[in-house]
C-alpha cells in the first residue's frame, strides 16, 4: 500500500495545539497521527491499523491502540 502521509498538517496540529487539551507529547502525536489518517484515508470501515498504514515512519499500529486503551486520559 502507498504511503500518503509524509508529514503531519501544520493546520491540524495547529487545531489541535489551540484545543489545549492535556494530552502527554507521545498521546499528542498518536492523536494527531490518527486524525490526520482518518481524514486522508478513504472508504467507510477503517481500524487504526489501517491508519497507520498510511504514514511513513509511523510506529506500529498497536501503540497507537495502546495510547487510546490504556493510557491515562484527564477530562
Same mark, same amino acid.
Given at each position: 500500500?502507498?504511503k500518503?502521509i509524509?508529514?503531519?498538517?501544520p493546520?491540524?496540529? #495547529?487545531?489541535? !495545539? #489551540?484545543?489545549?487539551?492535556?494530552?502527554s %507529547? &507521545?498521546q499528542?502525536?498518536?492523536?494527531?497521527r490518527? !486524525?490526520?489518517?482518518?481524514? /486522508?484515508?478513504e #472508504?467507510?470501515?477503517? =481500524? !487504526?491499523?489501517?491508519?497507520?498504514?498510511?504514514? /511513513?515512519?509511523? &510506529?506500529?499500529? $498497536?501503540? #497507537?491502540?495502546? $495510547?487510546? %486503551?490504556?493510557s &491515562?486520559? =484527564?477530562?
Amino acid at each position: 500500500m502507498l504511503k500518503l502521509i509524509v508529514h503531519q498538517s501544520p493546520a491540524l496540529i #495547529g487545531f489541535l !495545539i #489551540g484545543l489545549k487539551l492535556s494530552l502527554s %507529547r &507521545p498521546q499528542f502525536n498518536h492523536v494527531a497521527r490518527l !486524525i490526520d489518517a482518518q481524514i /486522508v484515508a478513504e #472508504g467507510k470501515q477503517k =481500524t !487504526i491499523a489501517s491508519l497507520y498504514e498510511l504514514i /511513513v515512519d509511523a &510506529p506500529d499500529a $498497536s501503540n #497507537g491502540c495502546d $495510547s487510546l %486503551r490504556i493510557s &491515562p486520559w =484527564t477530562a
